[in-house]
C-alpha cells in the first residue's frame, strides 16, 4: 500500500482557485441582480443567441429612428410655426393694400408697411434651428434669403437693373413720374416673370429646391423641410419688394392702381400658397407621427423577445449572490486556518 500526504501548500492553491471561480460567479450574479437580464447571453443562450443578439440590433435601429423623427418633429413644427407667422404678415399686407385700393390710406403708409412686411418675411425666411436654416432646404448652413432693404444686396441691385433695362433710366429720374398704367403692367409682367424663374435663385435665394429628406420608419423616408424657393414665398417677396421700392417714385394715380392691383393679386396667391405649404408640412407631422406610433410597437415587440431570452429572475439572482457571498466568506476562513497550521506548533 502506498500513501500519499496533502500539503498545506496545496490545499490552499485549492481553496485559491475556488475563491477565484466563485468571484467570478458573484460578480455575474451581481450584474444579473441589478440589470435582469443574463451577464454573458453568448455563453447561456448557445444557438439561441443569435436570435437574441439580431432582436438587439433591430432595436438600436428602431430607437435611432426614434431619435431622428425627434429631430425632424422639432424642425417641422418650427417650420409650421414660420409658416404662420407669414400668413400673418400676407393677411397685414392684403388688409393694407385693400384699404389703398379704396384710397382710404397714404401711399407712405402703404409702403412703411410694405417695408416692414419684406423686413419681417427675410427674418422669418431666414430663421434657424439648431444652427441649420429652416428654409435653406438642404444647404442648411446658408441663409435663404438676400436682404432687399440693404442697397449693396444682389437682389436690390437686380430689381434696379430690370427698372432702367425696362424704363431706359433710373427710378431716382423725375421721368418716372410718367410711367402709364400700361407700362407699369409691362413692367410687372418682367419683375413677375423673374421671380418666378432663374432671377429669383440668382439674387434672391440661396436655398436648395431639394428639401431634407428623413428615413421616418425603416422602409419610408419624408421631406422634413421647407424651402424659400416655394411660389408662395417668391410672390409675397415680389409684392412686397414693388410696393416699398416703386412707391418712392410719385407715380400717377393709374399706374400707383396698376400696382395696388397686380400687388394684391400676388399677396393673394400668396396666401393660398403658403396655406397648402402648411397643409404638407402638416401631412409630414402626421405621417411621423404615425411612424413613431408604429416604431414604438416595434421596439416593444423586441424589447419582449430580449426579455423571454435574456431575463432571469432578480430573486434568484440574489439569493445566488447571497449564497456566493457566505461561500466566499467561508473559504477566506479556511484558508486563514490552513495557513496557521505549522509543525513547529504541532511539536
Known amino acids: ?30 450584474e444579473e441582480m441589478s440589470t435582469g437580464r443574463l451577464a454573458d447571453p453568448g455563453v447561456t443562450l448557445g444557438a439561441r443567441a443569435a436570435t437574441s443578439f439580431s432582436a438587439t440590433r433591430d432595436i438600436a435601429r428602431l430607437e435611432n429612428l426614434a431619435a431622428t423623427n425627434g429631430l425632424a418633429t422639432a424642425r417641422l413644427d418650427a417650420t409650421q410655426d414660420a409658416l404662420e407667422k407669414l400668413g400673418r404678415i400676407s393677411q397685414d399686407v392684403l388688409e393694407a393694400l385693400t384699404a389703398a385700393s379704396s384710397g382710404d390710406t397714404d401711399t407712405q403708409v402703404i409702403r412703411a408697411s410694405a417695408r416692414h412686411a419684406l423686413e419681417s418675411m427675410t427674418s422669418v425666411l431666414n430663421s434657424s434651428l439648431n444652427g441649420e436654416y429652416l428654409f435653406a432646404g438642404i444647404n442648411t448652413d446658408e441663409a435663404p434669403i438676400n436682404d432687399f432693404t440693404d442697397p449693396a444686396s444682389p437682389n436690390k441691385a437686380q430689381f434696379d437693373t430690370l427698372f432702367a433695362s425696362h424704363f431706359g433710366f433710373p427710378q431716382t429720374d423725375p421721368a418716372a413720374a410718367n410711367i402709364t398704367a400700361a407700362q407699369m403692367d ?16 440668382d439674387a434672391w435665394s440661396n436655398a436648395s429646391d431639394q428639401k431634407i429628406t428623413t428615413r421616418i420608419t425603416l422602409n419610408e423616408t419624408a421631406e422634413t423641410s421647407a424651402t424659400a424657393n416655394e411660389r408662395g414665398m417668391r410672390r409675397l417677396a415680389m409684392a412686397t419688394a414693388a410696393l416699398s421700392d416703386l412707391l418712392q417714385i410719385p407715380l400717377g394715380d393709374e399706374a400707383m392702381q396698376t400696382l395696388y392691383e397686380r400687388s394684391t393679386t400676388l399677396v393673394g396667391g400668396a396666401v393660398a400658397d403658403l396655406a397648402r405649404t402648411q397643409s404638407e408640412v402638416g401631412l409630414v407631422q402626421g405621417r411621423i407621427e404615425e411612424a413613431n406610433t408604429r416604431i414604438s410597437s416595434q421596439r416593444d415587440l423586441f424589447n419582449a423577445l430580449v426579455r423571454d431570452l435574456e431575463g432571469v429572475d432578480t430573486y434568484e439572482a440574489a439569493t445566488r449572490v447571497n449564497e456566493l457571498l457566505t461561500q466566499i466568506e467561508t473559504a477566506y476562513a479556511l484558508t486563514g486556518r490552513i495557513r496557521q497550521l505549522s509543525l513547529v506548533n504541532y511539536l
Open 1 to 30: 500500500m502506498k500513501t500519499s500526504f496533502i500539503s498545506t501548500l496545496s490545499l490552499s492553491q485549492t481553496l485559491r482557485h475556488q475563491l477565484m471561480r466563485m468571484q467570478a460567479d458573484l460578480s455575474r450574479a451581481q
Open 186 to 201: 409691362a413692367f410687372l409682367d418682367v419683375v413677375e416673370a423673374s421671380f418666378m424663374g432663374t432671377g429669383w435663385t
